[in-house]
């Protein structure tokens, strides 16, 4: 079956330093979505990347899908306190066609001033 | 901001008692889910919906259930709460490019 790893599973990061966090998948993806949740909060919707090599940027977030689409990584430059929470990558599921996705374990990140 | 509503957002029940989660979307998406988390933990799938009546178990086995006769409500029920079911539950929504669109949640505690 589908294996997806997220790394690392928790970040520390000091206030305005750079941080990487990574998705791996066992199997080559369509597409991958990243989500945030805010500590008490619920996942929400950041960002879909479809193409191969594809990056996206949203303002201090990059986004990268590898060129075998089968990992994904959300680079944060100058973090922030408000940079903190769970970050998921999520794909659809291979063997299924109706859109339910498969979620990593996510990596939370902590911000100390 | 996305228009998916959960009622209650906080629930302390005893043991044995009845109770129902409601979920609300007001964006007509066919497709919904719920989804158990602990706190700091990765999203467990429990049940989805592709549209009314139409209701699927998930990869976590769940003793609750679901009902879909509105397109726009999808209600989740546990006949017997017992302190194993302490959580919080997500319901989520997705339009057709399969985003997930989630509601605030409900952190039900079982005593």
């Known amino acids: 079956g589908q294996q997806v790893m997220q790394i690392p599973q928790y970040q520390h990061v000091q206030e305005g330093e750079d941080f990487t966090t990574y998705c791996n998948s066992s199997?080559?993806?369509?597409?991958i979505q990243w989500y945030k949740q805010r500590p008490g909060g619920h996942p929400v919707f950041l960002i879909q990347l479809v193409k191969s090599g594809e990056v996206k940027k949203q303002k201090r977030l990059t986004f990268q899908f590898g060129e075998a689409k089968k990992n994904s990584s959300l680079h944060i430059t100058a973090t922030q306190t408000t940079d903190v929470g769970t970050y998921f990558c999520?794909?659809?599921?291979?063997?299924?066609?109706?859109?339910?996705?498969?979620f990593g374990a996510g990596t939370q990140v902590v911000v100390t001033p | 901001e996305a228009d998916i509503y959960q009622t209650p957002r906080y629930l302390v029940i005893g043991t044995g008692k009845k109770i129902t989660l409601e979920c609300s979307q007001t964006m007509g998406h066919d497709k919904m889910y719920w989804y158990q988390q602990d706190p700091g933990m990765e999203l467990h799938l429990i049940h989805y919906?592709?549209?009314?009546?139409?209701?699927e178990k998930g990869d976590l086995s769940s003793e609750s259930t679901v009902s879909r006769i509105r397109t726009e409500h999808f209600p989740l029920t546990l006949e017997s709460a017992r302190p194993s079911h302490t959580s919080q539950y997500l319901c989520?929504?997705?339009?057709?490019?399969?985003?997930?669109?989630f509601g605030p949640g409900t952190r039900l505690t079982v005593l």
């Open positions: 919906s592709y549209g009314v009546n139409s209701t």
């Open positions: 999520a794909f659809p599921r291979r063997t299924d066609s109706w859109g339910k996705l498969q």
């Open positions: 989520a929504s997705s339009d057709l490019r399969d985003e997930q669109f």
């Open positions: 199997t080559t993806l369509s597409n």
